[in-house]
C-alpha cells in the first residue's frame, strides 16, 4: 500500500482540526488507533501499512499542530522495537496489541541505569521498552515502579520508572541492539522535529488570525509594517525548518546525528515562534485563557526532550571535525 504526502496531509488534517487545540486525550488515541496510524510504518508482512519515515513525520506534524495529547511518540518506538528486533511468538502478539491501540511507553529522554525519565503515560501501559548499550528488551510494567513527575507542559503525562523484576522480552543484544537503538531513537526525534514544526506553524497561523482582527488606531495590527516584519521571519525560520524536515524524512540513510540536529533545529524555532506568538498577541497572549501558552509549554518541553541543542550540536559538530 503506498500513500502519497498530500493524501497523508489530507486524512490527518480531517482527523485533528488545528482549530481544537489539546483534544480530549482517550478520543484521541481512539482516533490514532482507529486512522492505522501505529501500523503506518510497520512492514506489511508482519501486518502493517508499509509506509515510511516520511509518513511518520506527516502523523506527528500533525499530532503537534493540533497539540493532541499522549504517549504516540513512545508507542510508536515500541512497535519499532519489535518491528527491527528478533522475531517470536510473543513479540508478533505483542506488536499485534501495540498497533491496535494498547498502551505501551518507551523513554522520551537519554538515560543511563535502570531509573528511567520522561516516560509517557506509564500508569496506563502495559509494557515498557528499556534500551542500553548491551540489549533492547521490554518489560511488563507490573514490575516496574512508576512515579508521575509534574511539568510544566499539560499536553504529555511523564513519568520517572524504575525498572524491576527479571522478567522481559529480549529483542536484541550485543551489536544488533546499538543499530536497532540507533534506529529507534533516530526515529523519535524525527517525530519530535515534526511535532515542533506543526506546533510552530499552528502557533504562527493563528498569530497571523489575531493581527488581521486586531484593531488599533482603527487599523488592523496586520498593516503595521514592524509585526508584517516579525510574521515574515517567523515564516522563513519554519520554511526552512520545515524543508530540512522532509528532507531527512525522506532521506534512505538518516543518522542518529543527524536525526539530532535535525530535532534540535526544529524545537529552536518552535520555542522562538511561541515566544513570538506570546508577544504578538499582546496582553491577552499571557493569559492561560488563550492558547499561546499551550504552544509555548510544549515547545520548551520537546526542547529538552530526546537531549538538548547543546548536546546533538556538539555531537555532529565533532562528527564534522572527525571526517575533515
Known amino acids: 500500500m503506498s500513500l502519497s504526502r498530500d493524501e497523508l496531509i489530507a486524512a490527518a488534517e480531517q482527523a485533528f482540526d488545528s482549530q481544537s487545540l489539546a483534544p480530549d486525550a482517550t478520543q484521541s488515541w481512539q482516533t490514532i488507533s482507529e486512522m492505522g496510524w501505529l501500523a503506518m510504518c510497520v512492514p506489511e508482512d508482519r501486518g502493517g501499512l508499509g509506509q515510511g519515515s516520511e509518513a511518520r513525520a506527516v502523523i506527528h506534524h500533525a499530532l503537534g499542530r493540533a497539540l493532541v495529547p499522549g504517549p504516540a511518540i513512545a508507542q510508536m518506538m515500541v512497535i519499532d522495537a519489535l518491528t527491527g528486533g528478533s522475531r517470536s511468538d510473543e513479540a508478533d502478539t505483542i506488536l499485534e496489541m501495540a498497533m491496535a491501540g494498547e498502551r505501551m511507553t518507551a523513554s522520551l ?12 503515560d506509564a500508569d ?24 508521575q513527575r509534574e511539568t510544566w507542559d499539560e499536553t504529555r503525562r511523564l513519568f520517572d520508572v524504575r525498572i524491576g523484576g527479571e522478567q522481559r522480552l529480549v529483542l536484541a543484544e550485543g551489536d544488533e541492539a546499538r543499530t536497532l537503538s540507533e534506529t529507534i531513537r533516530g526515529n523519535m526525534l524525527l517525530a519530535l522535529a515534526a511535532d515542533s514544526l506543526g506546533g ?5 497561523a493563528i498569530s497571523i488570525e489575531y493581527l488581521g482582527t486586531r484593531h488599533q488606531f482603527e487599523r488592523p495590527l496586520a498593516m503595521f509594517q514592524a509585526l508584517k516584519h516579525r510574521c515574515a521571519d517567523m515564516r522563513v525560520a519554519i520554511s526552512l525548518a520545515d524543508a530540512l524536515l522532509w528532507q531527512e524524512a525522506t532521506s534512505a540513510s538518516l543518522s542518529l ?9 526544529a524545537s529552536r524555532v518552535y520555542k522562538e515562534v511561541a515566544e513570538e506568538a506570546i508577544q504578538l498577541h499582546g496582553g491577552i497572549g499571557l493569559t492561560l485563557e488563550h492558547p499561546c501558552h499551550l504552544f509555548l509549554k510544549r ?7 530526546g537531549g538538548d ?11 564534522c571535525l572527525a571526517s575533515a
Open 200 to 204: 510552530a506553524e499552528a502557533a504562527l
Open 309 to 319: 541543542a547543546d548536546y546533538w550540536e556538539e555531537r555532529a559538530g565533532r562528527e
Open 109 to 120: 529522554a537519554l538515560n543511563i541505569g535502570d531509573v528511567l525519565s520522561a516516560v509517557p
Open 124 to 147: 496506563m501501559s502495559s509494557h515498557l521498552l528499556h534500551i542500553t548499550d548491551e540489549r533492547v528488551a521490554l518489560v511488563p510494567m507490573a514490575s516496574c515502579e512508576a512515579e
Open 299 to 305: 515547545a520548551f518541553l520537546n526542547c529538552a526532550l
Open 257 to 265: 546525528t543527524r536525526a539530532g540536529a535535525l530535532k534540535a533545529q
